[in-house]
């Protein structure tokens, strides 16, 4: 039996994965979600198609601000730019595989300009920087008519996968996953490499960075590029996904939810996003599930219960906040470093 | 016994005759039920629309079931919250036509209907209808299912507009108007059949102000209103607010404007808004109001309310809307089991453009036409101090 997880090297505890045992939990993991469509119900992969979109701007997010401390409100707002990017590229015969790298570097384009900012503020002054660029994109949806569709919004074509239509939740589902996965593994590697090293940097200390000989201007206009190129990707899956959006979608509240995703979640890791992204979405869906079920038998109590859902999800959030402020993946490392030492006590 | 050849041949017939008035789809034979879903905006900033739209759907079906259902099947409904965010909602939707198997869904408005119009077609089982009155909903290519339970937001400006182009006609003035709407989908086409009606008719617009929803500079867009004094002004895409304080400061920069809207946003909630500060607000309503007593199906709502909510002090647009919307799923419902035929989409459509001429208890003025997925009439009523009621100031007009 294995007792805690022992280091030798740097080298060692730079890996992916700490043991041969997690590496293969996760790769079981990985293979029972990819066959969820076979077994789990259409409400079921639905959800999960869901939840895959959001885990992929989450986890831009967590690059952005959780690893290079850059407060970014306007996640939501890259995610429009690579729905609306998707929605001419399909217009135009792009194949989805292509259209979506396309739509991520569009959206990674426009966070260049938007990230810019950060060389000369930082903290909440960026934040509110990033707020502007919000309420200048969403001006843009709203008004540029002939090519957002105003509020009416667009229709985006049924993406095509070698003839195959990618219609319905059962067919999205491996595109969005296939996605998840690809940029879930490229967000851990950047953690762990020269880039993802200079992004802690300049969060913890930006000044004692650039002595470092980190270049500033360069490493936070890099993350704020990749955080834009997820929100990209995932907008463009958005369209795809739903097939006609309209800009009410991408709205200031969408980015409070991926920041209170990765906070809930935790900073900077990859596991934060997925755990922040499933708590944000399933947390709420169950509570309404309970209240409609309660509702159902009680049904005087329907106005009453429903109310109530989002205000046990709102306590439930700040009880994270207090007692674990490092978010859902520090529980879970205690809970895995419970097991590995188990009979002793961490 | 023998027979000849005509013998057998009428025996033939009339087996076969009775054979065919026999066979009934499985549907009405087995007297099975027929399923209303509904995503109802029940928490969340339009949950005033939503629990009203929720009692309303219930309440006609819990009616409807007591008076027989439609032709003897009963109407199941399930009524889930959509928080009018279209995630939840197409979650929603989704688990609905997997658990329920509904064969129609009612929709909390256009964004919802635009991001399951795939799924639900993709069923070729299930008929939508809403909240929305976008005409952008009325494209036979990618909506054929849905329908809308009134005019368009187009529509009710051109009754709007026609009103007062017959009010100048009569008068020999021509009245300035000016326009403020919201940046929305409500406001923002609206705003452009307000302005091409006016076109047609001669009625100059002077000031033509867009504005968000919610949290509007109202101080700048009044000295707007002020350079251009306008004789009537406009709001269109606002439920309540800014409405009120917008005309208490237009009056202060002596602006004597009227004050008109259309559907939404001449409910009660507005009308009794102004109404405190002593203004009359005129507008156009596709249904009567719930306090009107010529409709037999207007006083059977206030009936049944009574008896099973009697807290509640008044019936909204939206509940009327949601009722109305009740009764079109079931007439169609009704017409395909009446012509012995499945409810699949191709055969709801059909019956739904079949309807015209349809009495809906007087809940729009004139008989219903549903042929082109939509109710084209509406009415123009004006406040009453007296009465602090909404009172037609026209006959129903269809456009």
Known sequence: MRTGVFFENYGAEEQLWDSQTAKTMMAVFVVALYLLPLWGSDYMVAMACIVGIHLIAVMGLNITTGSAGLISLSQAAFMGVGCYAVSWFARWGIPFWLALPMAGLLAALIGMVVGLPSLRVKGMYFAIATLAAHFVLSFLFREWTPVTGGPGGVNIPAANFFGIELVGDHRMFYPIYICVLLLGLAAANITRSYVGRAFIAVRDRDISAEILGVNLLRYKVLAFMLGSFYAGVAGGLLGYFYGAITAEYFTFGLSVFYVAAIIVGGLGRVLGSVLGAVFMTFVPESLRLMSSALSGSIPSLANLLLPMGQVVFGILIIIFLIFEPRGLAQMWARVRRAFHLWPFRT | ?399
């Open chain 2, 1 to 399: 016994m023998t027979r000849n050849r005509r013998q057998v041949l009428k025996t033939a017939g009339a087996t076969a005759l009775l054979g065919a008035s026999a066979w009934r789809p499985a549907f009405a034979k087995d007297k099975a039920d027929i399923v209303i879903g509904a995503a109802h905006p029940m928490t969340g900033f339009m949950s005033f629309a939503g629990v009203a739209s929720n009692y309303a759907m219930g309440d006609y079906i819990n009616w409807r079931n007591q008076s027989g259902g439609v032709l003897g099947h009963k109407i199941r409904y399930v009524g889930e919250d959509s928080a009018y965010k279209v995630d939840q909602g197409v979650a929603v939707v989704k688990k609905m036509i997997a658990s329920e198997k509904p064969s129609f869904i009612f929709l909390d408005g256009s964004p919802l209907s635009k991001a399951v119009a795939r799924d639900v077609l993709a069923t070729g089982t299930v008929m939508t209808g809403g909240f929305s009155s976008s005409e952008a909903l009325l494209d036979q290519t990618l909506y054929p299912h849905h329908f809308l339970s009134g005019p368009t937001f187009g529509a009710t400006c051109q009754i709007l507009m026609e009103y007062i182009g017959r009010i100048a006609k009569a008068s020999g003035n021509v009245p300035k108007i000016a326009l403020v709407t919201s940046d929305q989908e409500w406001g923002t086409e609206s705003n452009f059949h307000l302005k091409a009606r006016a076109e047609k008719l001669g009625l100059p617009i002077v000031q033509d102000i867009v504005t968000k929803p919610t949290g509007v500079d109202v101080t700048s867009e009044v000295a707007k209103l002020r350079r251009s004094k306008p004789d009537i002004v406009i709001f269109q895409g606002y439920i309540m607010n800014p409405v009120p304080e917008f005309v208490r400061q237009m009056r202060e920069a002596g602006i004597n404007a009227q004050v008109m809207s259309t559907t939404y946003g001449v409910d009660r909630i507005m009308y009794d808004a102004l109404a405190k500060n002593g203004e009359r607000l005129t507008g156009v309503m596709p249904y009567r109001y719930g306090y009107d007593t010529d409709s037999k199906m207007m006083t059977t709502m206030r009936e049944y309310v009574a008896k099973v909510r009697p807290q509640q002090e008044s019936i909204s647009l939206f509940y009327i809307h949601a009722w109305l919307t009740g009764m079109i799923f079931c007439e169609v419902a009704e017409r395909c089991i009446k012509a012995n035929k499945n409810l699949t989409l191709p055969n709801m459509k059909a019956a739904l453009e079949s309807i015209k001429d349809w009495d809906t208890g007087g809940l729009t003025g004139l008989l219903a036409d549903l042929s082109t997925h939509q109710i084209k009439s509406g009415r123009v009523y004006s406040y009453d101090p007296a009465s602090k009621r909404m009172e037609p100031a026209s006959g129903w007009i269809r456009v």
